[in-house]
């Protein structure tokens, strides 16, 4: 029973940054309790991408291991807005926003865990049901000079850049989710540390057992600096076509890879140094190791026959130029011609800032028909056919 249960513990352990504590996680386990395990995700966009999946597939072998997993959708904290990595006090979102939002999360997890053995639950559940006087009680068992250690607010401090009241009041609300739920482990990325250690700190204020903190490691976006994020434009999205995802898998450096099949396929890093050592030696080719990644990747969170489908393509476009077989977009009716290029590649290529556009075409990275565009102010006449080529490796067609 032991060696089984050093075992679990191992798995859990496996690709983690911080088990806060380790010693908690083995007893709680040896216990033999069916543990709750929480994750929260505020749905401050429509769609998740491969970064979330990090997280998600520690929480399925959770789930695997029959212990109740729990995804907690935070509609009223999305409200307020993490500050999480802010700068600046984040724009609230209004609630038809947030209902918009979290229409499809389900579906989207649904590619990680089973979706019969999901708890999902609401944090507006019990959050919208606190008095004026339960709110004051609660801010009363945190102090003020705790919060503003936290990185975000103390860099904020001595730049002498503002931090709104509500903001102050977000990893409480964070915190309290783990009350409210009885939580026995909270997952969450490394830059939810500090939330994730107000909820174990409220759970003991509130006379329960602390919850163990697991935090995994963050994967970084395309351009390989910061985490993946669809306001960076720098993400794979879970719903996007599966070609799509397979060539920016495609895109990305030869170092990012890597951390890529570390972080998403959790590769040993033994087999990780010897591939390096044969490409230094000239025995092997990154480009195949990239494409077993890309295939591997995206069999795993959408399907094998997509991930043949995506493979076939993409070989049909970059290494035999079958243009033909471009991922084809249907330009909307209303569309203008011209159009601005930054448009444009809003409307087909999934870029959703006019900066990243711009870094994107004075980058010489856009080539319409064979054409490098450059200018970040020209417009575009489209047709039917016409094939628009960013990067190394996305090709994208015009629909008739």
């Known amino acids: 029973m032991k060696k089984d249960i050093n ?15 380790e010693q908690e996680l083995r007893k709680k386990i040896e216990s033999g309790k069916r543990l709750k395990v929480k994750l929260g995700a505020d749905p401050t966009a429509p ?12 929480l399925k072998q959770f789930q695997d291991l029959g212990h109740e997993v729990i995804f907690l959708i935070g509609d009223f904290t999305a409200r307020i807005g993490d500050p999480t990595g802010r700068s600046k006090t984040r724009l ?8 918009r939002n979290t229409k499809t999360y389900f579906e989207q997890v649904s590619k990680v865990l089973d979706p019969k053995k999901i708890t999902v639950r609401y944090n507006s559940e019990w959050l919208d049901k606190l008095t004026s006087k339960d709110i004051v ?4 068992k945190v102090t003020l000079a705790r919060l503003i250690e936290r990185d975000d607010f103390a860099r904020r401090i001595s730049k002498n850049q503002p931090i709104g009241l509500h903001e102050l009041l977000y990893p ?53 600096k910061a985490k993946m994020s669809k306001s960076l434009s720098n993400a794979i999205g879970l719903n996007e076509p599966a070609d799509q995802a397979f060539g920016k898998l495609m895109s990305i450096s030869d170092d990012l890879m890597w951390r890529y099949l570390q972080i998403l396929l959790n590769t040993p890093q033994d087999e990780i140094s010897m591939a390096q050592e044969r490409i230094a030696a000239g025995k092997m080719n990154p480009m195949a190791i990239k494409k077993d ?23 049909a476009l970059f290494q035999e130029r079958e243009y033909t077989k471009a991922h084809t977009f249907k330009m909307p009716k209303d569309t203008p011609n011209p159009i601005w290029i930054v448009d444009l590649l809003k409307i087909v290529a999934d870029i959703t800032s006019s900066s990243e556009a711009k870094r994107l075409i004075e980058a010489g990275a856009v ?9 970040f102010k020209a417009p575009i006449k489209w047709k039917p056919n016409m094939i628009i080529k960013i990067g190394k490796h996305r090709i994208l067609k015009i629909g008739s």
């Open 367 to 375: 080539t319409i028909d064979n054409k490098v565009i450059t200018d």
């Open 47 to 58: 769609d998740l991408h491969l970064g979330h999946t990090v997280v998600l597939s520690k």
């Open 293 to 315: 990644m890309a295939y591997i990747i995206i069999e795993k969170f959408w399907s094998k026959k997509e991930a043949e489908k995506a493979r076939k393509m993409f070989e």
């Open 137 to 140: 009680e609660l801010c009363a």
């Open 7 to 21: 075992s679990i513990i191992k798995l859990l352990e496996q690709g983690t940054v911080q088990v806060i504590p």
């Open 92 to 99: 609230l979102l209004s609630e038809k926003e947030i209902k």
């Open 172 to 224: 409480l609300f964070q915190g309290y989710d783990s009350v409210a739920l009885h939580a026995d482990i909270e997952l969450g990325g490394t830059d939810q540390t500090f939330n994730l250690l107000i909820g174990r700190y409220l759970q003991e204020q509130y006379g329960q057992e602390p919850q163990v903190v697991i935090t995994m490691p963050l994967l970084e976006g395309l351009n390989g």
